[in-house]
């Protein structure tokens, strides 16, 4: 939740949080993995796969919900919580 309100975005493949002070949306984790900062996709030359620019906001929101989801502890079996 705190990385969420501070806008901090996962590494896709190591997991680690990462800020982005300034610069394009494209990243470089420690761990090698270049990705998107705003949705965590694959980037390209500078350029997001997903080509999240395109998606409406409650698109971009629901995807950036789901990189911070562990699925191996995800809800401990339990129903999800209702919003």
Same mark, same amino acid.
């Given at each position: &939740?705190?990385?969420?309100?501070?806008?901090?975005?996962?590494?896709?493949?190591?997991?680690?949080?990462?800020?982005?002070?300034?610069?394009?949306?494209?990243?470089?984790?420690?761990?090698?993995?270049?990705?998107?900062?705003?949705?965590?996709?694959?980037?390209?030359? =500078?350029?997001?796969?997903?080509?999240? =620019?395109?998606?409406?906001?409650?698109? $971009?929101? &629901? $995807?950036?919900?789901?990189?911070?989801?562990?699925?191996?502890?995800?809800? =401990?079996? $339990?129903?999800?919580?209702?919003?």
């Amino acid at each position: &939740k705190v990385a969420d309100e501070q806008g901090w975005t996962q590494c896709p493949q190591c997991k680690e949080m990462v800020m982005r002070s300034s610069g394009c949306n494209t990243i470089r984790c420690r761990c090698g993995k270049e990705f998107c900062y705003r949705c965590g996709g694959s980037s390209r030359n =500078h350029n997001c796969q997903r080509q999240c =620019h395109n998606m409406s906001d409650s698109q $971009l929101r &629901k $995807l950036r919900e789901s990189m911070y989801a562990y699925p191996e502890a995800a809800n =401990h079996g $339990l129903p999800p919580a209702s919003e």
